[in-house]
């Protein structure tokens, strides 16, 4: 699977952002889309992640503020940013995983939150 990710920049604290992650397969055939960020020298972290069957999980930190959801007509999985605080500032990626539990991997976009 290949993901192509987009939609990062620069944004004031408080404004908005909207992720995509375009995907090169099928979403029938991807188990779980989820959207991870990382920030230098710490693990990437799960930020939301959505089932074949719809189902939305969010890491804490985001509750209440960012949205994930799918287009399975445009093959395509997005990540609403409401709210943005600088600590939302990281590289952020979309993953893909498939039946096999294989994952497959975007190239990354720069989110910073900054005034």
């Known amino acids: 699977v290949q993901l192509q990710a987009s939609g990062g920049g620069l944004v004031q604290p408080g404004g908005s952002l909207r992720l995509s992650c375009k995907v090169s397969?099928?979403?029938?055939?991807?188990?779980?889309l989820s959207w991870y960020r990382q920030v230098p020298e710490k693990q990437r972290e799960l930020v939301a992640e959505?089932?074949?069957?719809?189902?939305?999980n969010y890491a804490d930190s985001v509750k209440g503020r960012f949205t994930i959801s799918r287009d399975i007509r445009e093959k395509t999985v997005d990540l609403q940013m409401d709210s943005l605080k600088p600590e939302d500032t990281a590289v952020y990626y979309c993953?893909?995983?498939?039946?096999?539990?294989?994952?497959?991997w975007g190239q990354g976009t720069l989110v910073t939150v900054s005034s």
């Open positions: 993953n893909a995983r498939d039946f096999e539990l294989r994952d497959s």
């Open positions: 959505i089932s074949n069957l719809g189902i939305t």
């Open positions: 397969k099928n979403l029938f055939t991807i188990n779980l």
